[in-house]
Every structure is written in structure tokens, then in C-alpha cells.
């Protein structure tokens, strides 16, 4: 059974950073690539960040460039996104995401002074 | 960047009529577009890819078409389960781009 466990959210102050992982089980992970995508509260679907599944390829959402950095270690079967300069509308729950039909239930993010 | 509008935001519908949703992409996406169904406090969940490709376990009465920059998705016999939002995605070209959601609810 495919799985995608999404860690490391919490309250952040403005301008700090923060980094979540998202551990795939269940398929193998070196053979896909990977996405995350968020959710503001109340509010629609955001594509932020996809990552080739040999990381040749990453693209970002222009409102995250130059801040957000997406990675993967195959070994460990785990996606990450490093975020700064965090800003208030980045409060949103992050879902990590492989777009084959699997998704994370997703983790919150909520940066607030 | 491409633009997803989708129509109606809001629909209201009775058990058992057909329902159609609609997103229009702001140029050619060529048939990469997927359409999801979010139930209230759950993860997104796929229900077609590649406009009209129905994802494992998704009950046949979802369909979907479409070509060029119009596509549709259609509920043949709305049930009550169906009550959500829908938000499609275009995979054509980064950055990938949703719809802004079509909220569905019985009448």
C-alpha cells in the first residue's frame, strides 16, 4: 500500500525557516517523481514544488522561488521542502504528493509573530 | 503561466441527476488534465487523469472529456457520497495550475 507521511510543521515567526520531509512507503520512491502542493486555510489547491525522480528536474511555483528548496534522498525514501523567509501566506496545510493518485493527509504550517 | 477557471463555484443538485463541472485552461493543455474530488477535512483524492482516465477504485458514474482548452467532468447519477469540492489540474506545463474549485451540494 502506498503511503505518504508528511513531518515537521508547526508555528513559525515571520522570516524564519522550517523543513518538512515526507516519507513514501509502499512503492519505489527512486522511480517517481514527487510534489508538494498546499492548501490555505478555506481556500483552494496550490501546486508549490515538483522534483524529478533523480532530481534532474525541479521546478518551483513562482511565489516560493528564491525561499522554498525541494530535495529527496532516495535511500531514505524521503522528500523534503526547506522553507524561508517564511511570510504569513505561507500558512497552509502542505501536502506531499505523487501525482498517480497518492497524497499525504498533509502537515500545517502556521507562521504567525 | 496558465490560467484554470472552472464553472459553476457553487452547484446544487438532487440525488440522481447529472451533474456537469467545468474548467477551462487559459491555453492548449492538451489533454493533461486531471480532475479531484476533496471531501470536507480529507486529502485530495484523484478521480480522472489525462482528461478522461478513470483512477483505480473511482465508481464509473465519474467521467471525464474534453480537448484543446475545454474540459468537463460529469457525475451521471449524483449520489449523496459525491457532496465536495472538485478542482481540476492542468500537467501540461510547469507550473502546474488548479482550478479554483466548484463546490457541489445536494438540493
Known amino acids: 500500500e502506498v503511503q505518504l507521511v508528511e513531518s515537521g510543521g508547526g508555528l513559525v515567526q515571520p522570516g524564519r525557516s522550517l523543513k518538512l520531509s515526507c516519507l513514501a512507503s509502499?512503492?519505489?520512491?527512486?522511480?517517481?517523481?514527487m510534489n508538494w502542493i498546499r492548501q490555505a486555510p478555506g481556500k483552494g489547491l496550490e501546486w508549490v514544488a515538483s522534483?524529478?525522480?533523480?532530481?534532474?528536474?525541479?521546478y518551483y511555483a513562482d511565489t516560493v522561488k528564491g525561499r522554498f528548496t525541494i530535495s529527496r534522498d532516495n535511500a531514505k525514501n524521503t522528500l523534503y521542502l526547506q522553507m524561508t523567509s517564511l511570510r504569513s501566506e505561507d500558512t497552509a496545510l502542505y501536502y506531499c504528493a505523487r501525482l498517480e493518485g497518492y497524497w499525504g493527509q498533509g502537515v500545517m504550517v502556521t507562521v504567525s509573530s | 503561466d496558465i490560467q484554470m477557471t472552472q464553472s459553476p463555484s457553487f452547484l446544487s443538485a438532487s440525488v440522481g441527476e447529472r451533474v456537469t463541472l467545468s474548467c477551462r485552461a487559459s491555453q492548449n493543455i492538451n489533454k493533461y488534465l486531471d480532475w479531484y474530488q476533496q471531501k470536507l477535512g480529507e486529502a485530495p483524492k484523484l478521480l480522472i487523469y489525462?482528461?478522461?482516465n478513470l483512477h483505480t477504485g473511482i465508481p464509473s458514474r465519474f467521467s471525464g472529456s474534453g480537448s484543446g482548452t475545454d474540459y468537463t467532468l460529469t457525475i451521471s447519477s449524483l449520489q449523496p457520497e459525491d457532496v465536495a469540492t472538485y478542482f481540476c489540474l492542468q500537467r501540461n506545463s510547469w507550473p502546474y495550475t488548479f482550478g479554483a474549485g466548484t463546490k457541489l451540494e445536494l438540493k
Open positions: 489525462n482528461t478522461n
Open positions: 509502499g512503492f519505489t520512491f527512486s522511480n517517481y517523481g
Open positions: 522534483i524529478s525522480s533523480s532530481s534532474s528536474y525541479i
